[in-house]
């Protein structure tokens, strides 16, 4: 639970009328019993104080129990190199996580505003990636399969090096009994009689099935696969020749030797998505709380404000809609939202790409709005670029998606890899597959273009998607994946299927450490 | 039973036995795969139960018990017999499980369903945790025809023969329970179930279920959680115990309790906490899966609002209120959902100008019918004819459209101004062109039994004809003798004579002089008064005795007059540009909103009191208004006097109303008229189109003549006859087709063959079965399985085989004696779908392909009828003469009347049917293919010999539906024009169908003898439905569908009726006679009597417009214009809810599709879920395609624009199209090279 600890302390804390200082919330957060240990400190804290610093905890901690844990404090080894499951190792622990409480109206009111008056030449974004306006396909067979041929072709080529590939229809053709590798999108998966695992590879020339034993270690891979995907294998093939025996598989994934950019000064970006503006569920005081924030001093480092998707709620996104709308005309959910807009500081730059409930096709990629609903959104000037799109700032590299592939990452992978509630997780199996929605015929709907708009041909440094409405944030060969909560209260439907949103946060992002600060508004 | 009764089954089986023994001749001859017919005959449902599971001495028992108890009492006591082997020939325990369980649900579904066989896969015993053993059901996707009480006394019967038998309960482990809870509420959003239990409850059930409940996969999604459960096969929704746990258990509990109570050796006191709600405490909350809580909250919320919205109706008739209203039902939009285009709504939820309701039942009139009148049926433009289905406010969901001329006809408005109600059907096809508006559709005439069938209160009557003669009675008027006078037509009596009766007897007035008062507001009714006293008569014969001119009342041209008139639906005629407005028959309309005529000259002095003065006259009303005299001519004239002021109105009548105060005119009425005015039409039903009727022939897509495999040799149109001159290669020979067949093997001779008779020795063939792994060779033991002992494999007889299509082909049609010019194509299959994969001989198919007739998949040929009721017939309308109809035992007519002449109405025997023209057409198509079958095929002679459709009365048929596995028995009377399948009430309800657009089939009788047989029917789950496994050749009442039995059959409906309609009250507090009452007794086959006749039984249109209409844009074009001409239809909702629910579904739908989409190869059709990489199919280098196109996407996206546009939708729905049409462009244009429509020339 990367959040729940630290909130909750916070939140305890401020009851009681303390701040936390973010490394003394992280102290007590991997406390033992941090119930205890909380009580211990507040009881012991000098009476003048008013923020609990570090050494405070570290006195309680000692004077409990001398033999107290050593404080993890961030201070792990980024990742270890043979771990099977990184995604588990990493996460939470090296990143370091707090949470603060935001908002104080004491200090949010007008004439604290904080000066963030910095020279604007030391920013910089940049955007890569954008299709708006690039959409050239017109929805023909041949589109589909030039798609999925790049696939292969971009992704494939980072597997090449790794083995002895050869064409589906040559191993066909080779003895039994030899070696073979072969780089291809996952076909099909299916389970034998005896429970071993039959991969069927594709390539450009056909197909050639692959035999995963229960028994050997590649098995439990198996369950993270998803169709079409790029994938190698390599192995021996059966006496007949027509199946091979899988020794290793590789996935494009981002390499272990990854280092990630950061910024030159301290400079942050808050990470923000699903607003939902025009849904009667809407938290505008959250949201007005969040953009009084961003006028303190707290905030005078946010210079970035990145939205990933779901402006407004949309019309006709499920059936009967229009019952539990608060605006009901989509240009005036715009219109209100570009008012919400307004209220941050101007000289924050914003980059915001759409989502499924965005006034743009559902297929994937999503180009950005169109000039209509650009005119509507440009009190703020932001920038409008695709779903997805690479925004480079000052050298950090954000990929912004918004998500939809999560729900079938999730539906898919087994809970301990993907899940609801760590939805990272199931953003670092997109990062392992270099694609923000490999699977083809689900959920995720796909536009055919000329070229695969969502590989992830290079490694981003972070990696941003909201949609499914939960926080969390971990790293993943040192990517730090975040996906950003949400800014609409508990729905009936996600009542109805047990969802508790995480509304109201913004996690705010140090660019030159991509150190994660989260800061709650509800 | 009555001897007549008697005769008449007699007679019906007697020539069935004729049938059989022609048939029985023809089998053995032939090379049938069974050379005997296949059919049994079940003369009762004991009979039905046994031939249905095949389990000897079942039937016996069943009789045994019959007398005694209860069915449900009698599958229990089955159960006991089979749990102590007295019937049944079963060895392990889960066996006698089995069979008592299959008798159960056969002996509950009266033997006519195929539940029994293809709803309950098999019954095993599988472990507990603690080693015990416990039964499990496996239930499959046909258990649904069983219908809930069935399947909950299914799963009551498995535990009480459990419990005989001596095995454990079933200790669910708590991922089962909550995988229950989760399927059911998966299986409700994918298929949806009448009753969806909360998952609460259903972990409730599942916990305390003493059996457990398992079954095949139905669909294709999966749970999410509670996955690869050990004891539980698949991660879909398994359909078959969903229902059994929702519809069967959840929602029939009470019914279960019923019978658990006088059980010892079974106890289910959860039952009762079920009943209670009383679950809530008693589940811990178990794991953390609140997910689907959620879920069915929700949705049980929105249920229940529904429910509120529908069980109000009538519970809360304000009249008690405040200032008090009338009683009304509750409107109800249910009926709108899912409005299609193409298919129009007729009436808004209990609109003004919709249909009003008329109770009675026609002769035409059964269980879920509904009649109209003729000329309704061509003035919304033939959208409605006989048999069309209509979704219905009230009292049920469906009802099949019946035409009746006897309720009151539609009004309308036609363009030249006149205001008339048209009667007659001719007359609405000749002013249907100038048609403005129609103001009223019309009558729309329910029978009692409707109201009881659906447990619906009795909603408020319209004052009609039947009820108006009692009301004369109950005031002291000689009823009898007005209906006996011939000089007084007393249903549609002259103005004078009807407002003679109203002044004389304290009864209301005469339901044909009475408006609709209770459609305009107080103030509107004022207004009215005022101006009907400011007109004047013109062309009133002076003479004394002038009944037949009273003159013309004309009022002055107002809007607010206009509108006020048009909603009471008086007829009149609008003259705007001559400044007035006429009414004739005017004396009751005028004296209803309370003015006098009053005879007066020019010079405005008062003449004395017209002749209508005697009873009625106001004393006090004397005076003369001069104004108006001044436009008269000097003749002496009618003068109106409004005899009362608006203040003269009670508080109670100016407050009166239902929706708001005042809106309703009726106690104002009544307070200023000199008679009583009852409510005309206080219930509107609502409906709109469903289903069109169907009359057609049943033909497999692509058609079939023979059950013979010919592979792919015959190309897409399965010809035979290129199959005989195909070859893949030049070097094969041209015809040699590999196919999987059976093999059969000679018992005499050795011989191998795939045919039923030896070609070297012509002895009857047996399956050759084999062992696929030691080839050995296995004789099927008792119980038909086939398993080797050595291997434990099951053993085969199914082969791939070569076989010489060509010399088939040749042979065959040397055989009957046929060229192959007799016919356009002989089409064969593919390939055979049945176990043993035993062909058909093509001679069969020769002679169909000759008579242009089609096999279904069991080898018979079928002709599909939608089914409508009727109890009465004319020799007339049915086509056929007297002599015809004596010739069948018809005798007296309904009045005990010897039978003379073709008019005369007769009552109609259960098993006799009307065929509609095509079928009979196809009847004699059949006919014709069966004699040369017999001459030709089998070597006899033939059997019809049919020249003349008339010849076919008399002939015997099988009615069958679908899902049933009974055929049942009837007998041809004669045929009618209208689309529809006429029979009695009784025969449709022998075959488990009723009559809201239901549909199925007729085969001719011996085409069913000679040419069915099991050995064709798919191996597959519902295989067996949908062929007769069994006939009834009788029909027993009690032993039919039972609710036919709900249906009334008195002449006459009581004024207690009517008065008990205003209360609203429960159907069952009301004495009518119904079906029910005569059950058991010498009467249950006869004295069904109707409360009103119909002239012709097909009337109006023969086909509903929608079958007419081309294109589906025709369709929705015509829909939209008729929803403009009806005052009953906002036609804004319709062009709404047409986008809402079929426009946009269809394009989201499609959209989503396309992003999604599996590819196809063009050449060789393999499905690949993604587009190969190799662009070109991997099977055979074919082309391969999308499967959703650009086309099938955007084809109706600018129809819906225009149609929002023009009718100006919500901005809401605009909005929707804008967006779904910016993603169309998005993904099908190229944003770099935009497509250049025509405009941007122009």
Redesign the interface.
Known sequence: MPLEGPARIVSELTSRGYNAEREAVTKLASADNPEATLERLVDDLPETALVVRTDHVEAALSAADSSAKPPAGGQEPPSQPDSEDPSVSTGESATHSSAVEGGDPVETKGETTADRSVDPELRSLEITGDMTGESTGTGEYSDFVSVFRDRLERLGSKLRGRVNHRPATAIQNMPGGSEAGMVGLVNDIRSTASGHWLIELEDATGTFPWLVMKDREYADLVAELLCDEVLAMEGTLADDSGIAFVDSMYFPDVPRTHEPSTADRHVQAALISDVHVGSQEFMHDAWNRFADWLHTEQAQHVEYLLIAGDMVEGVGIYPDQDEELDIVDIYDQYEVFNEYLKQVPGDIEIVMIPGNHDAVRLAEPQPGFDEDLREIMSAHDPQIVSNPSTVTLEGVSVLMYHGVSLDEVIAELPEEKASYDDPHKAMFQLLKKRHVAPQFGGHTRLAPEEKDHLIMEEVPDIFHTGHVHKLGFGKYHDVLAINSGCWQAQTDFQKSVNIDPDAGYAPIVDLDTLDVTVQKFS | MREEDKRYFQRLESELDEAFDVAERAKERGADPDSEVEIPVAKDMADRVENILGIDGVAERVRELEGQMSREEAALELAKDFAEGRVGDYETKAGKVEGAVRTAVALLTEGVVAAPIEGIDRVEILENDDGTEFINVYYAGPIRSAGGTAQALSVLVADYTRALVGIEQYNARTDEIERYAEEIGLYDKETGLQYTPKAKEAKFIAKHLPIMLDGEATGDEEV?GFRDLERVDTNSARGGMCLVLAEGIALKAPKIQRYTRNLDEIDWPWLQDLIDGNYADDEGDTAG???E???D???ADADADENDGGAADGEDGDSDDGTGGPPRADPSTKFLRDLIAGRPVFSHPSAEGGFRLRYGRARNHGFATGGIHPATMHLVDDFLATGTQIKTERPGKAHGIIPVDSIDGPTVKLANGDVRRIDDPEEALEIRNGVEKILDTGEYLVNYGEFVENNHPLAPASYVYEWWIQDMDDAGADAQALEDDPRIDQEFPDAETALEWALEYDAPLHPQYTYLWHDISVEAFCDLADAVSGGWIENESSSNDADDNDGTLVLEYSDATRDALETIIIEHRQRPDENRIEIDDWRPFVRTVGCEPRRAVTDGAALESDRDTDAGADPDADEQTGEQTERRESAPTIELERTWTDDDLSERARMWGHETDGDNAIEAVNEVAPFTVRERAPTRVGNRMGRPEKSERRDLSPPVHTLFPIGEAGGAQRNVADAAKHAETMQDTPGVVEVQIGRQRCPDCETETFKNRCPDCNSRTTPDYRCPDCDSRIEPDEAGRVECDHCEREATCVENREIDVHEEYRNALESVGERENAFEILKGVKGLSSATKIPEPIEKGVLRAKHDVSSFKDGTVRYDMTDLPVTSVRAAELDIDVGQLQALGYEEDIHGDPLTHEDQLVELKVQDIVLSDGAAEHMMQTADFIDDLLEQYYGLEPYYEIDDRQELVGELVFGMAPHTSAATVGRVIGFTSAAVGYAHPYFHAAKRRNCDGDEDCVMLLMDGLLNFSTSFLPDQRGGKMDAPLVMSSRIDPSEIDDEAHNMDIASQYPREFYLATLEQADPESVDIQIGEDTLGTDGEYAGFEHTHDTTDIAMGPDLSAYKTLGSMMDKMDAQLELSRKLEAVDETDVAERVIEYHF?PDL?GN??A??????RCLDCGEKF???????DC?ECGGR???TV??GS?NKYMQTAIQVADEYDCR??TK??L???E???E????????KQSGIEDFM
Request: glycine fraction near 6%; charge should be positive; avoid cysteine.
């Open positions: 999410s899966d609140g997910t809580d959620g879920d909250d929700a949705k946009l989201i959209l989503r396309f992003a999604r989409q599996e590819t879920r993604r587009m190969p990489l190799t662009g991997r391969v395609n999308l196109h650009k996407v901005p809401y909005q929707r804008e967006v779904l910016k993603s169309l998005s993904i099908f244009e190229n944003d770099k090279n």
